[in-house]
């Protein structure tokens, strides 16, 4: 091998390398649902129009179903504030407990997080969906969230519950998780890895929970998405090897001449 091509080759293992080590470029904007355009209080988002309010997808980037979801501000809202909802506030039938039970602050540091109902009734199970862009076909890439399980003050039972994640045509689901009536399970880290087949996709978290009408509550927040990149000690092994074939390749030029 020539000293030349080593050079070049060695260079570009050692951009690699560096390329590697550098800060991931989330995908997902908006993964800590606090670009709302103003809203301060929880308030349902989505498509559902019912008991005279009509939802829309205020949360930047994300477009809601026609489910039962709901945007909080932080913990100590969502369990003292009765949210504008289809059965909240500005409803014909205001139940003036739709509140969370007690929960801990979402780990984002903006404290903000989405809640879906689960009951897998038609017009009130939930989703949350971003079209993810600037995707490369084959490459991997890895998932990563918070979630938990809660409960309305309107219900009472307890529940087990779940999120199904769909990145393109790929469905992972998360452990389903017990709920005792009247609490919250904790927030919980998961992480996924998916395969893109396309260089935009739509990811969907559905919210799938039982026993129908308690209901069963997810709560979703810090949601990021980067590509896999080779551990920068791969590159540098690489590079490693390189530098030793262009000695070798050196001392063999020098004894011949």
Same mark, same amino acid.
């Given at each position: 091998?020539?000293?030349?091509?080593?050079?070049?080759?060695?260079?570009?293992?050692?951009?690699?390398?560096?390329?590697?080590?550098?800060?991931? /470029?989330?995908?997902?904007?908006?993964?800590?649902?606090?670009?709302?355009?103003? /809203?301060?209080?929880?308030?349902?988002?989505?498509?559902?129009?019912?008991?005279?309010?009509?939802?829309?997808?205020?949360?930047?980037?994300?477009?809601?179903?026609?489910?039962?979801?709901?945007?909080?501000?932080?913990?100590?809202?969502?369990?003292?504030?009765?949210?504008?909802?289809?059965?909240?506030?500005?409803?014909?039938?205001?139940?003036?407990?739709?509140?969370?039970?007690?929960?801990?602050?979402?780990?984002?540091?903006?404290?903000?997080?989405?809640?879906?109902?689960?009951?897998?009734?038609?017009?009130?199970?939930?989703?949350?969906?971003?079209?993810?862009?600037?995707?490369? /076909?084959?490459?991997?890439?890895?998932?990563?969230?918070?979630?938990?399980?809660?409960?309305?003050?309107?219900?009472?039972?307890?529940?087990?519950?779940?999120?199904?994640?769909? =990145?393109?045509?790929?469905?992972?689901?998360?452990?389903?998780?017990?709920?005792?009536?009247?609490? =919250?399970?904790?927030?919980?880290?998961?992480?996924?890895? =998916?395969?893109?087949?396309?260089?935009?996709?739509?990811?969907?978290?559905?919210?799938?929970?039982?026993?129908?009408?308690?209901?069963?509550?997810?709560?979703?927040?810090?949601?990021?998405?980067?590509?896999?990149?080779?551990?920068?000690?791969?590159?540098?092994? =690489?590079?490693?090897?390189?530098?030793?074939?262009?000695? /070798?390749?050196?001392?063999?030029?020098?004894?011949?001449?």
């Amino acid at each position: 091998m020539k000293l030349s091509k080593i050079s070049t080759a060695l260079t570009l293992s050692t951009a690699l390398a560096m390329s590697a080590h550098a800060a991931p /470029i989330n995908l997902v904007q908006n993964g800590d649902f606090s670009d709302v355009g103003g /809203i301060t209080d929880p308030t349902q988002f989505g498509s559902r129009n019912n008991n005279g309010y009509v939802a829309s997808d205020f949360i930047a980037n994300w477009t809601g179903n026609e489910g039962y979801e709901i945007w909080y501000p932080d913990a100590a809202s969502a369990t003292s504030v009765n949210a504008t909802s289809e059965w909240g506030e500005t409803s014909t039938k205001n139940t003036n407990k739709e509140m969370l039970w007690a929960i801990a602050p979402a780990p984002n540091g903006t404290n903000t997080f989405v809640g879906l109902d689960g009951d897998q009734t038609s017009g009130v199970q939930s989703s949350i969906s971003q079209t993810i862009g600037d995707l490369t /076909i084959g490459q991997q890439y890895t998932l990563t969230f918070d979630w938990g399980a809660a409960q309305m003050q309107s219900r009472d039972g307890d529940t087990q519950e779940y999120l199904a994640v769909t =990145f393109g045509s790929d469905t992972q689901d998360t452990s389903t998780i017990d709920n005792p009536s009247h609490s =919250f399970t904790g927030w919980q880290s998961e992480t996924m890895t =998916f395969t893109a087949t396309a260089a935009s996709q739509t990811l969907t978290f559905l919210s799938v929970g039982t026993p129908s009408g308690l209901p069963p509550m997810a709560l979703l927040t810090n949601v990021s998405m980067v590509a896999n990149v080779p551990e920068p000690s791969v590159m540098m092994l =690489f590079g490693t090897g390189l530098i030793g074939l262009a000695f /070798i390749s050196r001392r063999r030029t020098v004894t011949l001449e």
